[in-house]
Nanobody, 121 residues
Framework: QAQLVESGGGSVQAGDSLRLSCVAS????????MGWLRQAPGKEREFVAG???????YIADSVKDRFTISRDTARNTVSLQMDSLKPEDTAVYYC???????????????WGQGTQVTVSS
């Protein structure tokens, strides 16, 4: 098994930045892809960004010019740098990781507990 623990959420003003971090522990050897998803109240969970061992990254169109994902494989961490935050970015952000190699982005088996990000106007 593996565990994912997020940190870095909080309450900010529109236009501010936040950096979310996630540390994986346990059986991390087959975490081919790690990523972030978010869920706002009353909405479905949305895939925000993912990054693979190779460093290849996917960023959702809704955040492409504002969010950046990075990964430190040696430290089993993945981070999400969020700039120019908007009120519509308000959500619980979840760190997630795959258990194996997949072609399709966002095939995750391990999940963190989530961290709240609130952006006020």
């Amino acid at each position: 098994q593996a565990q994912l623990v997020e940190s870095g959420g909080g309450s900010v003003q529109a236009g501010d930045s936040l950096r979310l971090s996630c540390v994986a522990s346990g059986h991390t050897a087959n975490m081919y892809e790690m990523g972030w998803l978010r869920q706002a109240p009353g909405k479905e969970r949305e895939f925000v960004a993912g990054i693979r061992w190779s460093g290849t990254a996917y960023i959702a169109d809704s955040v492409k010019d504002r969010f950046t994902i990075s990964r430190d494989t040696a430290r089993n961490t993945v981070s999400l740098q969020m700039d120019s935050l908007k009120p519509e970015d308000t959500a619980v952000y979840y760190c997630a990781a795959s258990r194996g190699v997949y072609t399709t982005w966002g095939q995750y088996h391990y999940w963190g507990q989530g961290t709240q990000v609130t952006v006020s106007s």
